[in-house]
């Protein structure tokens, strides 16, 4: 467990001002990112975070990329002191059993950044925001944000501010006006602002469900193997299973498939789960002797984006821009990328006293190229008849491209040659 420089209890009495350069919704990666830079930066800065963090949270799989984000945060020795297993590598195993060597990310580049984390989430955040508040940002716990003000005297579609609920320790409620010259939707999946302005556009080719779970004592590898994330694919390649080494023996094990075939009429998650483990054999064996420490969770219809990143006096950043899918674990590395783009653009924005859709979005495009070579990479993961193996012997060439992404080295242009070569890989359109 790491050590939080704040409590709950007087993270529910922080006082709020009336007026911030900033307003962040949304206390997780992305939102801990932007507000800790531009504090940094010496703008003032409040999130608001409905929950309390520490607060349970999917996605505890890095990817090495994220070195340079966590770099710049100033994070880097706190993970090297954590508990956090290391991450050395990913592994695929195709039809429930064929198990690949591992990619051992050091083979591509011998940089420290090549070794990354399996984070229990909730320690990883709590980390992220001590880290924004150490920089000067106001972090308000049990703060909901209700609402985003919009309009003022010279344009009613500006962003001025938000409603947020505020509670304290006691349970007395407050709800409060407190305006921005920004505002930030970094509400991850709850896509505040996304859902409200109507620009959700789901992904047609990935309706995907996940069912998972956690489980202590199952069989990890030993040495620089312990903490390799493992990709399972189940015989037939009809759904895959995430294995994720996490601390205190405990595993995080998580079966994405098509919507229809993880939420069958009838089934409920545990048999959901159960009937695909039987699918692969080399996850039954790892997990023989474990025992499950958690009741299943569940998600789906989780590959959306937004038509817009922003307007005038608002942003997109993290999960309430869009995500892809879970398989490359690209989600938190996204939202620390996305993160620095957002907060550079706002830096940029106030310092000009400009704050229009035009200056606060100019990342926009260089970003979503990033995610798209993320995305074409999860098309043909999804593929039927696609292999990785098979393509890299007819295109060897191509193996350190295949790399690039898989450690998120995804902003560079260089990719287009390789997805050319895999022409339009598309899975089925039902997921
Ligand atoms: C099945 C699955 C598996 C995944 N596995 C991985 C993985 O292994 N590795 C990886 O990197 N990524 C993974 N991800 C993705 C990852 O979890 C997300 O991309 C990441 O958490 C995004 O960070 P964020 O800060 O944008 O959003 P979040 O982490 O979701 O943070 C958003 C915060 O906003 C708060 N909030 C929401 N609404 C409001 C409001 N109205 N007012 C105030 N606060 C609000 C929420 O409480 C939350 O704390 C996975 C995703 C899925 C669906």
New binding site residues.
């Given amino acids: 467990m790491i050590k939080s420089s704040y409590t709950p209890d007087n993270s529910f009495s922080t006082l709020v001002d009336d007026q911030y350069d900033v307003i962040l ?9 932007v507000s800790a830079l531009l504090a940094e930066q010496g703008h003032s800065v409040a999130v ?4 309390t ?1 520490p ?1 349970f ?7 090495p990329e ?1 070195y340079w984000p966590l770099e710049r945060l100033g994070l880097i020795d706190k993970l090297k002191a954590s508990a956090f297993p290391k991450k050395f590598s990913v592994q695929f195993v195709s039809d429930g059993w064929k198990e690949s060597a591992p990619f051992y990310f050091d083979m591509h580049n011998s940089h420290e950044s090549s070794q990354t984390w399996q984070v229990d ?1 909730a320690d990883f ?1 709590n980390l992220m925001l001590d880290n924004a508040v150490e920089k000067g940002a106001t972090v308000r716990m049990n ?4 609402e985003v003000l919009f309009g003022d005297e010279n344009n009613s579609d500006r962003a001025t501010g938000v409603k ?1 609920k505020l509670t304290d320790s006691n349970g007395n409620i407050e709800t409060r006006e407190v305006h921005a010259k920004v505002i930030v939707d ?5 896509a ?1 602002l996304m859902n409200r302005m109507k620009l959700r556009q789901s992904d047609p080719y990935l309706r995907k469900g ?1 069912v ?1 779970s956690y489980f202590k004592g199952a069989r990890r590898d030993e040495g620089k193997d312990e903490g390799a ?1 493992l990709i399972m694919q189940t015989a037939g390649k009809k759904s895959w299973f ?1 294995y ?1 080494p996490l601390q205190d023996d405990i595993v ?1 094990v ?1 079966c ?1 498939g098509t919507m229809r075939a993880m939420f069958s009429k009838g089934s409920t998650p545990e048999t959901t789960f159960e009937r695909e483990l039987q699918r692969c054999p080399a996850l039954q064996e790892r997990l023989a002797n474990a025992e499950r420490c958690m009741d299943f969770l569940t ?1 789906k219809d ?1 590959s959306y984006s937004s038509t817009q990143a922003a307007g005038d006096g608002w942003v997109l ?5 869009g ?1 892809v ?2 398989v490359y ?7 620390l990328k ?2 620095e783009f957002v907060a550079d653009a706002i830096h940029e924005a106030l310092t000009n006293n400009d704050t229009s859709a035009a200056r606060l979005g100019c990342w926009k495009d260089e970003y979503a190229a990033g995610v798209e070579n993320f995305r074409k990479l999860v098309y043909a993961f999804y593929t039927p008849g696609f292999s990785f193996g098979s393509f890299l012997k007819e295109h060897p060439q191509f193996k350190s491209n295949l790399v690039d992404i898989l450690i998120g080295a995804v902003f560079k242009p260089e990719h287009d040659a390789m997805f050319a070569a895999m022409g339009e890989v598309l899975p089925p359109k039902d997921g």
Avoid: K, N, Q
Wanted: net charge negative; glycine share 18%; with cysteine.
């Fill in positions: 919704i949304g206390g997780g990666p992305a939102g801990a990112t608001f975070e409905r929950s963090i607060r949270h999917v996605g505890e799989s890095l990817i994220t989430r955040d703060a909901h944000v209700l947020v970094a509400s991850g999946t709850s505040f996940t998972w994330t995430w994720i995080s998580g994405t998600t989780y950043c993290g999960d309430a821009f995500f899918d879970p674990s690209s989600g938190v590395y996204l939202a996305g993160g």
